[in-house]
């Protein structure tokens, strides 16, 4: 990206998007135009590949003049997210067509895969990538966050029984990461994330709320201090800081995970056609998540829709064949009462929906423990 003041040497003039790029060694310019009319301030920004002079996303931000330093703050945080998922998908493109891939291209590949869903294979897919990353360069610590985040997530989602290990793993690697780099903002965020799935919440609220102090406009902190909010049993707080993670970054690819844990919240406090609003907005943003399914199919049981329910768990099974009611509820996150309470819900509207209760290899697990 090409600096403030490198920038102000090309103002007013016509310019070769390619000579650019080469002379300033870049691959990508952020163009921007800024208009007034009246008491309002529109601002065109769109993002250029510079070597092919291909036009990869363009927004625009009309705002009144009168809330110009607001404005300004919302620009900028909108900028950076929406910056961030673009280059990603664009960096990803490249990696494909590159013959010996770097250290950042294996990261980029595999930031765009881990932004596709949440099942075994996209996170498998995933994870190899930052594997190969850090097989080539250890030092890059971008890729040493996202392979904790993986693994934390297989955990999270209930993709797997291997809790213990992942988390291990997870934990180690984002312990390293910080070492590195203690000021790394979204470090602090994946380790409060660890440590909100580790019962350790009042750590991974602290954790986020670091991240935050270091980098006002990380979207995913506020999202993780929701999930907090719900696993502390405090359910009406989760909306609030899902919609400040929705102002900071609006057209975010994680949003359907955002919308999940509202809805999780809502079905929990009772409010089944609210969760499940939540969930079906989640569902379109991104299909791939199998949990937004089975808690849409609880909803939809809960709410006496029993054929859209056994759809939606249908659905759910498709992406995650391994999923039981037994692994949901052998995995819970809090000991607080009220999102235990909030869990019975979601295990009977589940039930009802057709989710299946138990595995061979479960029963027998359990038949074990109580001999």
Known sequence: MIGRNTAFTYKGKAVDLKQIGRVLNVRYVLEGRVQRSGNRMRVN???????????LWAECFDKPVADLFDMQDDIISRLANQLQTELTEAEAKRAERSANPDSMDHYF??????????????LSTARSHFERALEIDPGNVDALILRGSADATVVSTWLSDDRDASLRSAEADLLKALKLRPDHPLAHTVFGFICIITKRLERGVSECARALAIDRNLALAHYFIGMAKYLMGRNEETEAHVLEAFRLSPRDRYAGVWTQIVGFAK????????????LRRSIEVNPNIPMSHFLSAAAFAHLGRLEEARDASRAGLELNPSFTIARFRSMAYSDNPVYLAGRERMYEGMCMAGVPESTLRERVRGSSRVD
């Open 45 to 55: 920004v769109q993002l250029i590949e510079a070597e092919t002079g291909a036009h």
């Open 109 to 122: 590949l595999g930031l765009s895969h881990f932004n596709r869903g949440q099942t075994v294979d996209i």
């Open 267 to 278: 079905l929990s406090a009772g409010h089944d056609e609210e969760a499940n609003g939540w």
